[in-house]
């Protein structure tokens, strides 16, 4: 992995008039500065992850404090591989993580769950304290890495989360701790449940990556899936502490190597799986189900 490139992750949460204008100012911020992105701007606020140089996300940042909307985003750094993304992508879009409330929709500066730190979580952690971490993030997302004695929600798409509560309603009068990736999600999943009528919310602030980071390997097994070309990121990995808990969905031994369906028009809930080096030898294993091999088997 090159150490060339460095990788943003960062969102905010604010009231924006103009998310179209935004959209084009940040297309062209991107190009000008050789970065591929995938940024989302809604009225909402912003939410996005970029990789260039270390010198243009750099120049990234600061251009980006120059608008006092935005001079006090907290951007989570990683080291980028030049590929990590296609293309430059900006979209603006109705929300910038869709959960789609409809009416009910609310924004995280009025509703929310109180922060915690990575600091203090982990001091929870190690004295022991009674709490419970819920996992807002995807199913397969988890199957690579997850907090300890965590509880995973059952979702294919944060936007399944509203239908989901009761799997935890259980937990209403308990201390509960949300956490995703970067933290974006957890400002919405902490609220709704808050709404909900859980009492004592929090939320891991500056998400899963950050404590991963000031405590690798302590506390949260495996590795993290990123929404980017490297698929799962993780800190100190050749230590004797780190842990492989991700099993292949072929063989089912250790690994957290992601595949994509060989079948290009591939439309399975499945199509993004988890198939180690041994069985990437066989191309059958390439497809996430008999059906898609036999298929892309007749086109060809």
């Not at 059952?154 to 936007?159: L, M, S, V």
């Not at 030898?281 to 298929?295: A, D, I, R, S, V």
Request: with cysteine; net charge positive.
């Amino acid at each position: 992995m090159s150490t060339k490139y460095q990788i943003l992750l960062f969102y905010k949460y604010i009231n924006l008039e103009d998310p179209e204008n935004i959209k084009n100012w940040q297309i062209k911020l991107c190009k000008e500065l050789e970065l591929k992105s995938r940024i989302i701007v809604a009225k909402e606020g912003i939410n996005g992850t970029l990789e260039g140089t270390i010198e243009n996300t750099e120049k990234y940042i600061e251009e980006m404090s120059k608008d006092s909307r935005f001079s006090d985003i907290v951007y989570k750094k990683s080291k980028g591989t030049g590929n990590a993304f296609p293309k430059v992508s900006v979209k603006a879009r109705a929300e910038i993580v869709t959960l789609k409330l409809g009416e009910n929709d609310f924004s995280p500066q009025e509703c929310t769950g109180k922060y915690i730190t990575a600091e203090e979580l982990y001091s929870w952690f190690t004295n022991q304290k009674e709490f419970y971490i819920i996992d807002m993030r995807n199913d397969y997302e988890h199957k690579v890495g997850f907090f300890e004695n965590s509880i995973l929600m059952p979702i294919k798409n944060f936007r399944e989360l509203p239908n989901k509560i009761q799997h935890i309603e259980h937990l209403k009068e308990k201390t509960v701790v949300t956490v995703c990736t970067g933290g974006v999600r957890c400002e919405k999943a902490s609220g709704l449940l808050v709404k909900h009528g859980f009492k004592d919310v929090y939320q891991l602030k500056d998400g899963i990556v950050t404590f991963m980071e000031k405590f690798p390997n302590q506390f949260f097994l495996g590795k993290l899936y990123v929404f980017d070309n490297r698929f799962v990121i993780g800190f100190n990995t050749d230590s004797k502490e780190h842990v492989i808990v991700g099993k292949c969905d072929k063989c089912n031994k250790p690994t957290d190597d992601y595949v994509d369906c060989a079948y290009i028009h591939c439309n399975s809930d499945s199509r993004h799986f988890l198939c180690c080096k041994e069985c990437r030898k066989n191309k059958k294993n390439l497809y996430c189900c008999e059906e898609c091999y036999k298929k892309d088997s007749l086109q060809n």
